[in-house]
Each structure stands twice: as structure tokens, then as C-alpha cells.
């Protein structure tokens, strides 16, 4: 009895199991029925949506254009008045001031006291003219008046590797002599140059062609002939006619290391001294009398790539002669040079010392020499203001006695071309 009882509950339960399974069947064919059904109707309400989008993008841009066809047209007119300061020349002002003390018992001797100078304000004008030529001039105002320092136009490209200056310049004499005065690496210009090449030094009127010749005696050559008026007072016929006066500057450039470079110049120049005009209404024409002048410089200038800002070492040093015809027996022949060594131990610190030796600008001068020691140190307090001490001791068998002279120097500079030397 109890065995088929066994068999009756277990056919129940796999009955029950069929039609469970049978049930499960049936409602997933419903789900799936609906689920196509849904994504039917999906469908057709996305295709429905996409035509409306359409529509209304095709309305809208059927409504811009007929919109623009209305709009009426306005002309805008630009005066160009921002782009003129375009072709304004880019403007520098510097200044050089100094207090000079005579360090002697009267605090003065000839020429020359213990007091506060204003020495020059310079304004640099400076700019392009158009794609092929640049114009730079300087005014310059002193205590006894105004005076044109430079004036002159430059074509970069006038020959293949050829550049062309015309106007008035300092001349390539050397290295120093193209320098305005505040931007020297001392207060003033070697003794040997303004006793030879006169107090300004050579600044005249003419042309000035500057070759970048092949590399032939070194790593980079350069030609410089220029041809200008003698209106050197002390070397040449001055404001009297004594055109032309020649010079030619041949530059050396040698790479001796990543970090040192040397440069070696030769400087050859020609002209006349002869009176050729008129003095106090009177035609005056003299003989021919000559003037020649030699000269050489060595540059040697040490610098670490790496730390540029803080440390270097330059050498520079010149020699100057001249032979002056004054007349068939008589002649000016003087020699003279300068050297100096300035060190840069800090971003803002350098310190340095010149040594300068010249014979007297005079006929009879065999015997007769006068020299110079100048150290100095300088403090840029930024790249627009610096300050220098230096002192000046000179002494030679043309002076009466030994001049030794403190000066204390500001130089301030504001604008593009801040402290540039030419």
C-alpha cells in the first residue's frame, strides 16, 4: 500500500512539473511577442521623429535666407589710424651723470674740479624705412648745447653679403671708437685715442660699405671701406674742403673654444690736411699734405655657456699711430695704445683695470709719453640703470704733476635699444 502511494505522489509531482514548465512556455512567447511589439512601434516613432527634424531644419534655413535677402546691405568704414604707429621709429633716452671728486689739497687743478657734472642725455631714434633700408639717428644734449651724434641710413642686402651706410657715423676705427661714450666699458675713452684721433674721436659724413667676406683667415672675415669727409679737425683739413679720407678695417673672428672667442682687427686710413677753401673772404689753396693712420685691436672674451650670466672674462687692447705731414720738413708721428682686463664675478657685478700710454699729438715728441691706470667697478642695478666707481691716476714727462681723479657714474637708459654702443 504504501509503495504505490510512493508512485502516485511522485506522478503528481512530475505533472505538476509539465505544466509549470508548459505555463513558463506560454508567457515567454507573450514577453516575446510584446517586446517585438514595442520595439515595432519604437522604431516607427524614431522614423517619425527624424522627418519632423528635418522639416524643421529645412524650414529654418528656407527662413535665414529669405531673411538675408531683406537685410540691407552697410559699408563699414576703418580709418587705419592704429596701424600709423606702426611706421613711428622706435625711441631710447639715456642719460650719463657723474660726480667727480680731484683728489688733491685744492680739490681742483686746470681744467678740472670736484663737483657734479651732467654729461649727456642722448635720444636714439631708430627704425625700419621699408623692407630694404633702416635709419638710426642721435641727438644729443649737452650743458653747452646740442649736437648731432649720428644720422644714417643702412641697406642691409645692397649687394649679395654687402651692406651700404650712408650719412654721418663713427667710423670703424679699431673697436672703441664706433662706441657712444655711456655705453664704454669705462667712464671715457682711452687717453691714446682721443689724444691721437682727436677728443670725439673719427665721426664724419659718408659711406661705409661693410662686406661679410668668405671664410678665408679665420672663421668669419670682414671688409669695412668707408669714405667720408676730413672734417677731423686735428687729422684732416676739418670744415675746409679735404674730401675724400679713406678707411679700410679688415675683422678677424676665430671660435677657440665652446666658451672663448678671439677677434683680431687691422685698421689702415687715409686723407688730406691741406687748406683748400676760403678765410675771412680769402681764396687759400695750399699744397697737398697727408695724413695716414694704422691701427690694430685684439678682442679676447671668455664666457661659460652655462653660466654666462654670472661669469666672464674679456681682454681687449688697440694700438694707434699717425703721421701727420704739417710741411716738407716737419711731421707729426705719434704712437700710443690702451689695455684692459675686466672680470664679471656676479649677475651684477664686474670689476676692471686699464692701462693706457700715449706720446703727445705734437712734431718733436720722441722723448715725450704720458700714462694711465684706470680700475674701476661696476654694479648694474638692473638692465636699465648701472653705477661705476673709478679711479684715474696719470702721470707722464708731459705733465706738470700726477692727476688722480675719483668719479662716481649713474647711467640710466629707458626704451628698446637701452645701452646700445652704436
Keep these: 500500500m504504501k509503495k504505490h502511494l510512493k508512485y502516485a505522489v511522485l506522478l503528481l509531482s512530475l505533472l505538476n512539473c509539465i505544466l509549470f514548465a508548459q505555463d513558463s512556455l506560454n508567457t515567454a512567447k507573450k514577453d516575446s511577442l510584446k517586446i517585438k511589439e514595442l520595439e515595432k512601434r519604437l522604431g516607427e ?16 534655413a528656407q527662413s535665414a535666407s529669405t531673411e538675408k535677402k531683406k537685410e540691407k546691405k552697410t559699408k563699414v568704414f576703418k580709418s587705419g589710424q592704429r596701424a600709423l604707429q606702426a611706421i613711428n621709429p622706435e625711441i631710447s633716452v639715456t642719460g650719463d651723470a657723474y660726480g667727480q671728486f680731484i ?5 681742483f687743478r686746470e681744467g678740472a674740479r670736484t663737483g657734479a657734472y651732467f654729461r649727456t642725455l ?3 631714434f631708430q627704425g625700419g624705412l621699408d623692407p630694404f633700408s633702416l635709419t638710426k639717428a642721435v641727438v644729443e644734449f649737452h650743458p653747452d648745447g646740442v649736437e648731432l651724434g649720428e644720422a644714417y641710413v643702412t641697406w642691409a642686402n645692397f649687394l649679395p653679403k654687402i651692406s651700404l651706410t650712408a650719412g654721418k657715423f663713427r667710423q670703424q676705427f679699431g ?3 664706433r662706441w657712444h661714450v655711456h655705453a664704454l666699458d ?3 675713452y682711452p687717453l691714446a685715442l682721443t689724444t691721437i684721433l682727436g677728443e670725439d674721436g673719427l665721426n664724419q659724413i659718408g659711406l661705409s660699405f661693410n662686406w661679410l667676406m668668405p671664410s678665408v683667415t679665420a672663421d668669419a672675415n670682414n671688409l669695412i671701406v668707408e669714405i667720408t669727409n676730413g672734417q677731423n679737425n686735428q687729422l684732416f683739413g676739418g670744415e675746409l674742403f679735404s674730401f675724400p679720407s679713406i678707411l679700410v678695417h679688415l675683422k678677424n673672428y676665430y671660435d677657440l673654444s665652446r666658451d672663448t672667442y678671439l677677434e683680431f682687427g687691422l685698421t689702415g686710413m687715409y686723407g688730406k690736411n691741406n687748406v683748400k677753401g676760403f678765410i675771412n673772404g680769402e681764396k687759400i689753396i695750399e699744397n697737398t699734405r697727408n695724413t695716414y693712420l694704422g691701427g690694430a685691436d685684439l678682442t679676447i672674451f ?14 681687449r687692447s688697440e694700438i694707434f699711430y699717425v703721421d701727420k705731414e704739417i710741411s716738407s720738413n716737419y711731421k707729426v708721428k705719434a704712437f700710443g695704445g690702451y689695455s684692459y ?3 664679471k664675478f656676479a649677475e651684477q657685478w664686474q670689476i676692471g683695470a686699464r692701462f693706457d700710454y700715449t706720446q703727445p699729438f705734437e712734431v718733436s715728441n720722441n722723448s715725450e709719453y704720458s700714462y694711465q691706470i684706470v680700475p674701476y667697478v661696476t654694479w648694474w642695478q638692473s638692465h636699465w640703470v648701472r653705477m661705476r666707481l673709478q679711479y684715474s691716476y696719470m702721470n707722464g714727462n708731459v705733465l706738470p704733476e700726477s692727476a688722480n681723479t675719483l668719479r662716481l657714474q649713474m647711467v640710466w637708459a629707458v626704451g628698446p635699444h637701452k645701452h646700445d654702443r652704436y
Design 45 to 60: 516613432l524614431e522614423k517619425k521623429m527624424e522627418e519632423n527634424e528635418l522639416q524643421k531644419l529645412i524650414e529654418e
Design 103 to 107: 683728489l688733491n689739497k685744492d680739490g
Design 122 to 124: 642722448d635720444i636714439h
Design 175 to 177: 673697436v672703441v671708437n
Design 186 to 188: 669705462q667712464f671715457d
Design 302 to 315: 671668455w664666457e661659460p655657456v652655462n653660466k654666462a650670466l654670472y661669469k666672464s672674462l674679456l681682454w
Design 341 to 343: 682686463l675686466e672680470y
